[in-house]
């Protein structure tokens, strides 16, 4: 026992340090360091997750905490987005409406907004571009320029704590998930320990953080059949990005259609009243603009968009991307209806752990959709996945968890100079996913043969 003791706090010391290294001591685009300091850390997280001791989880869970406390600090280094955050949140806090203009048009026409100025506008990665950040997250920037109005970094830490305090919430419903559905209590490791949600949640000030805490929280409430709490945590999940939409089809099956129009409602009508303080045309309009941009501008490691692209230039001579991702969108969603109704059996072989439960058999839904989204997009960052990888560790599949690491490398492709994907990474990437993922289906089918 001193001996195993001794190992644990060696690989938190580790942890830790590595860590520290990564929020304070490299930037995106030293590849090298920065890749060797992650695979190290994704090691002894894979060690951990699988390997150590049951009576060593309320170690890690609190290991967990302190790395997340590590990331507190530091400025990101892996992501310029939190600029735009204090753009937005900036202007609301001046009066001005967030979807109303892109960032360049306060730069041209010379407005004397406080802290809308050129030294922000140059940090930011999209200043043609209008805002995509629905209401709760853009109370999230406004509360933390108004605690910290001058201060880039003052607001930064705000959003950080929030963030921090959002992931510990989630930690909490996890453990209760867990319990609920007779899952070991060691899967809670497979999310509180995994690099990638530690370095880009809180260390790189990504939303999903919040999202997952409110999106965790419903599933808790509709486990308890508490429709009303339930349907107003979902709505903030929507209301903070609006991933969650997509999940909605899932819920029919689980609830019946009376209890599922009675949650739709709910929703609906929560969204509308959180949407209210932003309502105008600027946010129709804002909206309409930042959906088209997502659809058809942006591509960052896609993998089935990436092949109907290679074949637009073969065919076409050109990039078909402003048809291509509307297309695309449609056919997810009709892939998404499909494993929102379809009896889960006719899809994918699940344990009996699995099949015990109705809600696990929800959350296998849940993976499937976010899978074929995240498949059929054309834009797929790290930090995305995130939600995928929390729910998978209620279901039998690990395919997110090699997912977690190898999306990583997708910054390789930065350098001082800027960015320049790497396709072989790329393929790489979803090859070695897929694969492993055909690997789970098929020994899941398997064991199902063997158990009956």
Not at 9 to 15: N, Q, R, V
Not at 203 to 218: K, P, Q, S, Y
């Amino acid at each position: 026992m001193p001996r195993q003791k001794s190992i644990d706090y060696s690989l938190l010391i580790a942890s830790f340090l590595l860590y520290g290294f990564i929020g304070f001591g490299v930037e995106r685009y030293e590849t090298q360091p920065l890749l060797l300091a992650y695979s190290a850390v994704f090691v002894i997280y894979l060690y951990l997750a699988f390997k150590s001791r049951d009576d060593s989880i309320n170690f890690w869970f609190y290991g967990a905490i302190l790395f997340r406390i590590v990331m507190l600090f530091c400025i990101p280094s892996l992501s310029d987005d939190f600029y735009r955050f204090v753009w937005d949140g900036r202007l609301l806090a001046a009066g001005y409406h967030p979807f109303a203009e892109v960032p360049a048009f306060y730069m041209q026409h010379n407005l004397h907004i406080p802290g809308i100025n050129e030294e922000l506008f140059l940090k930011l990665n999209s200043p043609d571009y209008f805002t995509i950040y629905p209401p709760a997250a853009q109370f999230i920037f406004w509360l933390a320029v108004k605690i910290s109005p001058e201060s880039i970094y003052g607001s930064m830490l705000v959003m950080k704590v929030i963030l921090f305090i959002s992931e510990i919430g989630s930690l909490l419903v996890i453990r209760n998930l867990l319990f609920q559905f007779n899952l070991p209590a060691k899967r809670i490791l497979l999310y509180a320990l995994n690099p990638l949600i530690i370095l880009e949640l809180v260390g790189n000030i990504h939303l999903e953080a919040v999202l997952i805490f409110f999106l965790l929280l419903a599933i808790l409430l509709l486990c308890s059949r508490k429709l009303i709490p339930g349907g107003v945590s979902f709505s903030i999940a929507i209301c903070v990005k609006l991933t969650p939409l997509m999940l909605m089809p899932a819920l029919v099956p689980r609830l019946g259609w009376r209890k599922a129009m009675t949650f739709y409602l709910i929703v609906g009508a929560t969204c509308v009243i959180l949407f209210l303080p932003l309502w105008d045309k600027e946010i129709i309009f804002g909206f309409q603009h930042s959906l088209a941009y997502y659809f058809k501008k942006f591509e960052f490691n896609a993998s089935i968009y990436y092949l109907v692209r290679a074949w637009g230039y073969w065919y076409y001579g050109y990039n078909p991307i402003q048809t291509a991702g509307w297309v695309l969108g449609i056919g997810s969603f009709l892939i998404i209806i499909f494993f929102s109704v379809v009896r889960l059996r006719y899809v994918v072989g699940i344990s009996k752990v699995a099949t015990r439960i109705l809600d696990q058999g929800l959350l296998l839904r849940f993976v499937l959709i976010l899978l074929t989204y995240f498949l059929f997009t054309t834009t797929l960052h790290p930090w995305y996945i995130a939600p995928l990888l929390v729910i998978s560790i209620f279901t039998e599949f690990r395919f997110a968890v090699l997912w977690s690491a190898l999306i990583f490398l997708t910054y390789a492709g930065y350098s001082m100079e800027g960015f320049q994907e790497n396709l072989f990474i790329i393929f790489i990437e979803y090859i070695f996913v897929l694969g492993y993922l055909a690997y789970e289906l098929l020994w899941k089918r398997k064991y199902l043969l063997q158990a009956s």
